[in-house]
């Protein structure tokens, strides 16, 4: 390997932390509780900037939390599919 190879591979590297974190965040029964974290997180910086909490606000943060919990189902279902490819 040359030094030009080496850093076209650290370059790209950055590419995937972003997506081995989500996976291994989601992925396993800590996802829910990492999922609330960070929602949690996320409403109480935005609320904290406007200072004042609409009703609107609990429903965005049903429907944030709805979208996840569909995304998490995909993830593990299309995971299960893998599986059965693989042992097929």
């Not at 850093?7 to 965040?25: H, K, N, R, T, Y």
């Not at 990492?34 to 943060?61: G, I, N």
């Not at 429907?63 to 995971?79: C, D, G, P």
């Given at each position: 390997m040359t030094n030009a190879d080496i850093c076209s591979?650290?370059?790209d590297?950055?590419?995937l932390?972003?997506?081995i974190l989500g996976f291994l965040?989601?992925?396993?029964?800590?996802?829910g509780v990492f999922e609330s974290l960070f929602v949690r997180a996320l409403w109480s910086?935005?609320?904290s900037s406007?200072?004042?909490s609409t009703p609107s606000d609990d429903d965005c943060h049903d429907t944030?939390?709805?979208e996840l919990s569909v995304l998490r189902q995909e993830m593990k279902r299309e995971r299960l599919a893998a599986q059965e490819v693989v042992l097929a």
């Amino acid at each position: 390997m040359t030094n030009a190879d080496i850093c076209s591979m650290v370059e790209d590297a950055w590419l995937l932390i972003p997506f081995i974190l989500g996976f291994l965040a989601f992925r396993g029964p800590m996802g829910g509780v990492f999922e609330s974290l960070f929602v949690r997180a996320l409403w109480s910086t935005s609320a904290s900037s406007r200072k004042e909490s609409t009703p609107s606000d609990d429903d965005c943060h049903d429907t944030l939390r709805a979208e996840l919990s569909v995304l998490r189902q995909e993830m593990k279902r299309e995971r299960l599919a893998a599986q059965e490819v693989v042992l097929a």
